[in-house]
């Protein structure tokens, strides 16, 4: 390819988000319109990330898209409407100022390949990261910069928060166009220092119900996910807010533990129910409350997604205790070298006191591996052309 028709490039990254007011059910499932606000920790993308490049060249027959390797189908509706929307953002931009007179980008096709730091079969919420970086790259290479949460949104709900970095909340909106349903900052990731994230993966299967099917039977059959989403969740997210905003870890990992336990009990609730927990997942709890009841006071809280691995915050003078709290209750079984990833977490001797207050049937290989990371910042430009995924031939390298 001649140096003046090599693609248009650019490569991104995004962070994926774990909310502490659980997003669970829509009020319009096409444009990704949810029936409670929510919000979420934005983490750190050195632990959990996704990669994405995108380019552009009058080369290309058609749009195509590679997902970690893999050729997947762009006719895809929920890649349709970012791929539209963003060009349609694009086009309005162009139209009027100078530019219309140069070679314009936006006639080539694109294509677009991704990629996860992690194994999207664990669990983590790999569609959040995934639509947040494909629409944060797209709106790069056309020059967009605004609405973005709004259209990463219609990718994946819960991909709108992983537009900012740091404490974010998502306004569930009034409006039937979703103009007003759109994801805000409330602190950013430099706001609470001292906050740490444990992600323990507990199973690397896929799930059984995926998120966007669960919550729709949700919809139809639960009425607590009815009430919650009418009676509790509006007080929770500024009960939320205040915590965040006066860094108060005892408020927070409450309310942090009561989400995600009032969202599984909606899915409980749903006909037939929904199970995302296992016997893992139950221990897990179970160990989180001993340990905050022997120190009589709330030092760590967990959460979890649609999937039972859990996600644990606490501050960062826990982190090594606790840790080795899980080393004793879920001893690792053939990695032990590899059962801790991310940040470094250091020794600690678990008092006699704590052990005994610990006392459950040890249940080896029960945590696979920990990862420890932090909140972060949104999503950012790779500069890097080494980095790029895509060659200059427009294929993945
Ligand atoms: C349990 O954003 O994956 O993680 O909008 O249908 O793509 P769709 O669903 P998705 O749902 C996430 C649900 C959750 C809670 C949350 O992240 O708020």
Known sequence: MSGERRPAAVTCTAPINIAVIKYWGKRNEELILPINSSLSVTLHQDQLKTTTSAAASRDFKEDRIWLNGREENINQPRLQSCLREIRRLARKRRSGSEEESTPCILSYRVHICSENNFPTAAGLASSAAGYACLVYTLATLYGVETELSEIARQGSGSACRSIYGGFVQWLMGERDDGKDSLAQQIAPESHWPE???????????????????????????????????????????????????????????????????????????????????????????????????????????????????????????????????????????????????????????????????????????????IIITKPGPGPQLVEDPSLHLLGKDGLPK
């Open 195 to 369: 906050l740490q994230v444990l992600v323990l993966v507990v199973s690397a299967e896929r799930k059984p119900v995926g998120s966007t099917a669960g919550m729709q039977t949700s919809v139809e059959t639960s009425p607590l996910l009815k009430h919650r989403a009418e009676a509790v969740v509006p007080d929770r997210v500024k009960e939320m807010c205040e915590a965040i905003r006066q860094r108060d870890f005892e408020r927070f990992g409450q309310l942090t533990m009561k989400d995600s336990n009032q969202f599984h009990a909606t899915c409980l609730d749903t006909f037939p129910p929904i199970f995302y927990l296992n016997d893992i997942s139950r221990c897990i709890i179970h160990v989180v409350h001993l340990f905050n009841t022997y120190y009589g006071q709330t030092k760590v809280a967990y959460t979890f997604d649609a999937g039972p691995n859990a996600v644990i915050f606490c501050l960062e003078q826990t982190v090594d205790e606790f840790v080795s709290a899980l080393r004793c209750c879920f001893p690792p079984e053939s990695n032990g070298d590899m059962f801790l990833k991310g940040l470094p977490a250091g020794p600690a001797v678990l008092s006699k006191e704590l052990k005994m207050a610990m006392d459950m049937e040890p249940r080896p290989g029960g945590i696979q591996y």
